[in-house]
């Protein structure tokens, strides 16, 4: 084999490793771990469930949302938490997505901020939540 068709096949297996390894090490929360005991208990304790990052400009168009309806979700801010990595985790178990907001409507996970976007747009929100949907202005 040639040193031009070795070097794309080490690089390839470099980059399977490494992924390996980087996936490993954030595969530590399970189902039955206090982390997704919290996210499960939250989800059921409250009508409407942020888990949200402060800073995260989606996260805040998710909220927008429901401020757009007179509704007042439960906001969990992962980044002002220490153990807001582990619920991340926990939420990626849960509903197979790691990524922030992820919006919950009683016990229903209604996805990210795109999905709850569109929920709110088509009126399947305001239905949800038993309530007479607004005039929408777009977000």
Known sequence: MTARRVTPLISALTVAIATSL???SFAGVSAKSPEAAF???TISSHKIVI??????PYCRRAKSVFKELK????VIELDERDDG???QD???????????PQVFINGKHIGGS??????YESGKLAELLGIAPND????
């Not at 929408?136 to 977000?139: P, V």
Request: net charge neutral; aromatic share 10%.
């Open 71 to 74: 509704q007042s979700p439960h």
């Open 22 to 24: 980087f996936c490993a």
């Open 85 to 87: 990595w582990n619920i």
């Open 114 to 119: 795109d999905d709850t976007v569109e929920a």
């Open 51 to 56: 888990f949200s990052k402060s800073y995260c």
């Open 136 to 139: 929408k202005d777009d977000l």
């Open 90 to 100: 926990a939420l990626g178990e849960i509903v197979g997505r790691r990524t922030v």
């Open 39 to 41: 996210v499960k208990k």
